[in-house]
């Protein structure tokens, strides 16, 4: 294998007669007495293309620089491909023109003579490119493409698996667990891989060479007879390390950081080189500590990388829950391949009634701070959501969290918080800072909708208002943060327009995974992007079968009426089996009703994910569940339905509506 150059240095006179050489040239070309090559330039070369040695001797005579392909013929008939070089000389050493420069390719049998072309591949050629990769795989390879051919025949780069691992644990390993990162061999024979896999994990006996650099951080040269490569093949039980190792040389260098050894690198030159010496050892030494500055690198970025992805993933929704008509598709994007965590974030959140909360928002900065605080935010989502508080309160509460978290550490957050009800089709929508959402009706043109703005949450200047809308069955809704539209060479209102013609006309059509694949065309190819949290949601209503409700009057003759309604309706709907629990949670809710709200009365239930039952009326007082026993002395009737409702529905809650209240309670289908 020609896997490198050696250079030949020789002195010629006016006519083209060698008379100054350097070792080099005495080795390959031969010589006369004491070494001195007595042939002219002219006739070691045995073969070129056209007048190559005559323009090469012409520029000696002339004192000008030329450079040819040519052939070269050595003392015992070898031929060498070789370039020369020719530069004119002046000074006082008589006789001498032009100092010729030759490079020839080493022969495989050779490769290994020359301690400078040895050293200038390991050090110089390759490994500031190498060096370049933080992956630590990527670079395993890389430093065994260097090692094999300029160094070895074989080879393999192995570490400690709390090395190769970021998910495992640091420390003293005994024995330590060693991982085959990357293996190289030049001979093209597989049985080196399926040997020796790349990826295996070992743990090497105890008073082995291996060990012994492991525990020394120190290199050790081993020379392998027939009877030491068959010791390795019987110990490791692998029959073929008996042919592969037998009379070669093997040197162990240590990967060595903070004193002690990540691991280690196994070279190996055949018999047919030359085994190493305390010259290699010493090269070797040299790659090895500049290696191992490059794997600790590596091995610092893919912790980091591993801590910071995992805690992403851990704060990013794993599910998206919505009502069964209601189809919803999510993209994030971080801002580049060196910050893969940020504040952006998407929630889709089933609420009960066949209701779906859809929230989209984008924490200020990159990086761990920013992922935290969206974390902690979107605790304090799931919680609010789970309240069954307006989005508009919602985000005021919000702001409230995020002003006493600026107390300590200043943060600022946009968000835009959507609340879609199946059964009527209303949608409300409140946003603090955020971009505005993108509706696209099935039948006409997509268009902003029309928030009013509010400061971002931290600011706290300002008051939160919502809007409610009816949307028509098929409507998309697109939520997205600014990262989607705007970057440092596309202007904000450039990126709004390319998202509304992606959901031009014919996009009713297409699935929300090829939409969403659209809208991030382009986006993937910047490098200084900011990151992107993307939610679409189609947006239907339940079936008309699937729901029901009942105006009642506000007195105890509605009691009675709703429970042969709802029990009516379960037999229906083949649900006998909740009849009756279901008809004492609806008396329950509607005794409640009657005795505190008085009004009109409305009765509904629902039948998506679970069996809802709500009862609406007209005041805006809580109710509460008696917790205390004065409470219970005082007035023994007192929260004792709720205690029931409790005991009965899977999650009971209460929301506000513009018009009063409603109280609800969900069991299992």
């Given at each position: 294998m020609q896997s490198s150059t050696r250079i030949l240095l020789v002195g010629l006179d006016s006519s083209g007669k060698m008379v100054q050489f350097d070792r080099n040239a005495a080795a390959v070309l031969g010589g006369g007495p004491d070494g001195m090559p007595v042939t002219g330039l002219g006739d070691v070369i045995v073969g070129a293309e056209g007048d190559a040695p005559d323009r090469l001797l012409d520029a000696v005579r002339e004192g000008r620089e030329r450079t040819a392909m040519v052939v070269l013929g050595t003392a015992g008939g070898d031929r060498h491909d070789a370039v020369v070089t020719v530069h004119p000389m002046s000074g006082d050493l008589p006789g001498l023109a032009a100092l010729a420069v030759i490079r020839v390719p080493v022969p495989g049998a050779d490769r290994f003579l020359d301690p400078a072309v040895v050293r200038r591949a390991l050090l110089e050629d390759a490994l500031p490119r190498i060096g370049a990769t933080l992956d630590l795989d990527q670079l395993a390879r890389g430093l065994m493409d260097v090692v094999v051919p300029h160094f070895c025949t074989s080879g393999a780069l192995l570490l400690r698996e709390s090395v190769a691992d970021p998910d495992e644990p640091g420390g003293a390993d005994d024995p330590p667990l060693m991982r085959?990162?990357?293996?190289?061999?030049?001979?093209?024979?597989?049985?080196?891989?399926?040997?020796?896999?790349?990826?295996?994990?070992?743990?090497?006996?105890?008073?082995?060479?291996?060990?012994?650099?492991?525990?020394?951080?120190?290199?050790?040269?081993?020379?392998?007879?027939?009877?030491?490569?068959?010791?390795?093949?019987?110990?490791?039980?692998?029959?073929?390390?008996?042919?592969?190792?037998?009379?070669?040389?093997?040197?162990?260098?240590?990967?060595?950081?903070?004193?002690?050894?990540?691991?280690?690198?196994?070279?190996?030159?055949?018999?047919?080189?030359?085994?190493?010496?305390?010259?290699?050892?010493?090269?070797?030494?040299?790659?090895?500590?500049?290696?191992?500055?490059?794997?600790?690198?590596?091995?610092?970025?893919?912790?980091?990388?591993?801590?910071a992805l995992t805690l992403q993933r851990?704060?990013?929704?794993?599910?998206?829950?919505?009502?069964?008509?209601?189809?919803?598709?999510?993209?994030?994007?971080?801002?580049?391949?060196?910050?893969?965590?940020?504040?952006?974030?998407?929630?889709?959140?089933?609420?009960?009634?066949?209701?779906?909360?859809?929230?989209?928002?984008?924490v200020a900065g990159h990086g761990v701070r920013a992922a935290v605080?969206?974390?902690?935010?979107?605790?304090?989502?799931?919680?609010?959501?789970?309240?069954?508080?307006?989005?508009?309160?919602?985000?005021?509460?919000?702001?409230?969290?995020?002003?006493?978290?600026?107390?300590?550490?200043?943060?600022?957050?946009?968000?835009?918080?959507a609340v879609y009800d199946a059964v009527t089709g209303q949608c409300e929508a409140a946003s603090a800072g955020h971009l505005p959402p993108l509706l696209v009706p099935p039948g006409g043109p997509a268009s902003y909708l029309d928030v009013r703005p509010a400061p971002p949450l931290g600011v706290g200047a300002g008051p939160i208002v919502s809007r409610e809308f009816t949307v028509e069955d098929g409507t998309l809704l697109v939520l997205y943060t600014d990262g989607l539209v705007e970057n440092r060479t596309r202007d904000i209102d450039d990126g709004l327009a390319r998202l509304r013609a992606v959901f031009g006309p014919g996009s009713r059509g297409r699935s929300l995974e090829a939409l969403c694949q659209a809208s991030l065309d382009g986006v993937y190819d910047d490098r200084h992007r900011d990151d992107i949290a993307m939610l679409v949601a189609r947006l239907r209503r339940i079936p008309a079968d699937d729901h029901v409700s009942w105006e009642l009057p506000g007195d105890p003759a509605a009691i009675r009426r709703a429970r042969g309604l709802v029990r009516d309706r379960?037999?229906?709907?083949?649900?006998?089996?909740?009849?009756?629990?279901?008809?004492?949670?609806?008396?329950?809710?509607?005794?409640?009703a009657v005795r505190h709200a008085g009004g009109r009365i409305t009765l509904r239930l629902v039948r998506e994910g679970g069996l809802v039952c709500e009862v609406f009326d007209s005041s805006d007082a809580r109710p509460r569940v008696s917790r205390h026993a004065g409470d219970a002395l005082r007035d023994a009737e007192s929260g004792r339905g709720l205690h029931v409702v409790g005991r009965i529905a899977r999650r009971w809650g209460v929301r506000r509506t513009p018009t009063g209240k409603a109280v609800w309670a969900e069991q299992e289908l």
């Amino acid at each position: 294998m020609q896997s490198s150059t050696r250079i030949l240095l020789v002195g010629l006179d006016s006519s083209g007669k060698m008379v100054q050489f350097d070792r080099n040239a005495a080795a390959v070309l031969g010589g006369g007495p004491d070494g001195m090559p007595v042939t002219g330039l002219g006739d070691v070369i045995v073969g070129a293309e056209g007048d190559a040695p005559d323009r090469l001797l012409d520029a000696v005579r002339e004192g000008r620089e030329r450079t040819a392909m040519v052939v070269l013929g050595t003392a015992g008939g070898d031929r060498h491909d070789a370039v020369v070089t020719v530069h004119p000389m002046s000074g006082d050493l008589p006789g001498l023109a032009a100092l010729a420069v030759i490079r020839v390719p080493v022969p495989g049998a050779d490769r290994f003579l020359d301690p400078a072309v040895v050293r200038r591949a390991l050090l110089e050629d390759a490994l500031p490119r190498i060096g370049a990769t933080l992956d630590l795989d990527q670079l395993a390879r890389g430093l065994m493409d260097v090692v094999v051919p300029h160094f070895c025949t074989s080879g393999a780069l192995l570490l400690r698996e709390s090395v190769a691992d970021p998910d495992e644990p640091g420390g003293a390993d005994d024995p330590p667990l060693m991982r085959r990162m990357a293996v190289g061999f030049d001979d093209g024979d597989p049985v080196w891989d399926a040997t020796f896999p790349t990826g295996e994990t070992i743990v090497y006996p105890a008073g082995t060479p291996y060990t012994r650099c492991l525990d020394t951080a120190a290199p050790v040269l081993a020379e392998l007879d027939a009877d030491g490569a068959s010791h390795i093949a019987e110990a490791w039980h692998r029959a073929p390390v008996a042919a592969l190792l037998d009379g070669a040389s093997m040197l162990l260098l240590p990967i060595v950081s903070d004193g002690s050894a990540l691991g280690f690198f196994v070279c190996v030159r055949g018999a047919a080189h030359r085994p190493f010496d305390a010259y290699d050892v010493e090269i070797g030494m040299e790659f090895a500590a500049r290696a191992a500055i490059l794997i600790e690198s590596a091995r610092r970025y893919s912790r980091e990388r591993a801590t910071a992805l995992t805690l992403q993933r851990s704060l990013l929704p794993t599910g998206l829950s919505a009502p069964s008509t209601v189809e919803v598709h999510h993209r994030y994007l971080p801002g580049s391949r060196l910050i893969e965590v940020g504040g952006d974030w998407y929630e889709s959140i089933a609420l009960p009634g066949a209701r779906v909360a859809l929230v989209v928002g984008d924490v200020a900065g990159h990086g761990v701070r920013a992922a935290v605080t969206m974390g902690r935010l979107r605790t304090a989502l799931h919680t609010l959501a789970g309240l069954d508080l307006p989005p508009a309160e919602a985000l005021e509460r919000l702001d409230s969290l995020m002003g006493s978290l600026g107390e300590r550490e200043p943060h600022f957050a946009t968000c835009v918080y959507a609340v879609y009800d199946a059964v009527t089709g209303q949608c409300e929508a409140a946003s603090a800072g955020h971009l505005p959402p993108l509706l696209v009706p099935p039948g006409g043109p997509a268009s902003y909708l029309d928030v009013r703005p509010a400061p971002p949450l931290g600011v706290g200047a300002g008051p939160i208002v919502s809007r409610e809308f009816t949307v028509e069955d098929g409507t998309l809704l697109v939520l997205y943060t600014d990262g989607l539209v705007e970057n440092r060479t596309r202007d904000i209102d450039d990126g709004l327009a390319r998202l509304r013609a992606v959901f031009g006309p014919g996009s009713r059509g297409r699935s929300l995974e090829a939409l969403c694949q659209a809208s991030l065309d382009g986006v993937y190819d910047d490098r200084h992007r900011d990151d992107i949290a993307m939610l679409v949601a189609r947006l239907r209503r339940i079936p008309a079968d699937d729901h029901v409700s009942w105006e009642l009057p506000g007195d105890p003759a509605a009691i009675r009426r709703a429970r042969g309604l709802v029990r009516d309706r379960l037999h229906r709907w083949d649900l006998a089996e909740l009849a009756d629990s279901t008809v004492l949670l609806a008396s329950e809710l509607v005794t409640n009703a009657v005795r505190h709200a008085g009004g009109r009365i409305t009765l509904r239930l629902v039948r998506e994910g679970g069996l809802v039952c709500e009862v609406f009326d007209s005041s805006d007082a809580r109710p509460r569940v008696s917790r205390h026993a004065g409470d219970a002395l005082r007035d023994a009737e007192s929260g004792r339905g709720l205690h029931v409702v409790g005991r009965i529905a899977r999650r009971w809650g209460v929301r506000r509506t513009p018009t009063g209240k409603a109280v609800w309670a969900e069991q299992e289908l």
